[in-house]
Structures are given as C-alpha cells and as structure tokens.
C-alpha cells in the first residue's frame, strides 16, 4: 500500500519562492501519475499541477503556470514543487496525490493522498 508525505511549505512574502516535496513510501515507475490539490479557509479544494512519471509530461493550472514547476527528483521516491513569485492567493493547504494511468485534473480521479502541508503567503 503506497503512502504519501508532503514536507515543506510554510510562511513567505509575497514574490518569494518556496519548494514542496511529496514523499511516496516506494519508487514510483511505470504508467502512474502524481498531482497537487489545495484548498483555502472557505474554498473548495483546485487543482495546481500534475505530472505523468512514464513521459515526464506535467501539466499546470492557469494561476500557477510559469511560476510553479512539478518534477520528480533523482530519488524516485521524490517529486517536487518548486514555487516561484508567490502570491497571497497561493495561501492554501497542499495536498499530493497519485493515481495508476494518465493525469488528471479532477481529485476525483486520484486515489490515494497525503495529509497536507500549509502554505501562507503574506502581502
């Protein structure tokens, strides 16, 4: 059973950079797929950025493209989020998950999670 951990985040001025790592409990290979949600006090959990582990392919939402990166790390039981410029509407809790086949932007797809990790970004 593969488990995720999410390190890092924390608080930053606004424009600063900050970088997140999801820790999976195996190396992950093959046709699997990894993402990062988060949801803001009174907001509904968004989509953030996905990546396939087979093509190395990612993918990113409007908001975050150009500023945030997902990559695997050379410890294939590593993936970061580098994060760049941020804003304070990037304040949310940041959550990773994966999944068996192609990315996805819909949580729902997603089957497995970690707990999360804040970020606060101030003005």
């Known amino acids: 059973q593969v488990r995720l951990l999410e390190v890092g985040g924390g608080s930053v001025e606004a424009g600063k950079s900050l970088r997140l790592s999801c820790i999976t409990s195996?190396?992950?290979?093959?046709?699997?797929?990894m993402a990062w949600f988060r949801q803001a006090p009174g907001k509904e959990r968004e989509f953030v950025a996905t990546i396939n582990l087979d093509s190395n392919y990612a993918y990113y939402e409007d908001p975050v493209r150009g500023r945030f990166t997902f990559s695997r790390d050379t410890a294939k039981n590593r993936m970061t989020l580098e994060m760049k410029n941020l804003r304070p509407e990037d304040t949310a809790v940041y959550t990773c998950a994966t999944r068996r086949g192609l990315i996805s932007t819909h949580a729902r797809d997603f089957d497995t999670w970690g707990q999360g990790t804040q970020v606060t970004v101030s003005p």
């Open positions: 195996a190396d992950a290979f093959g046709k699997v797929s």
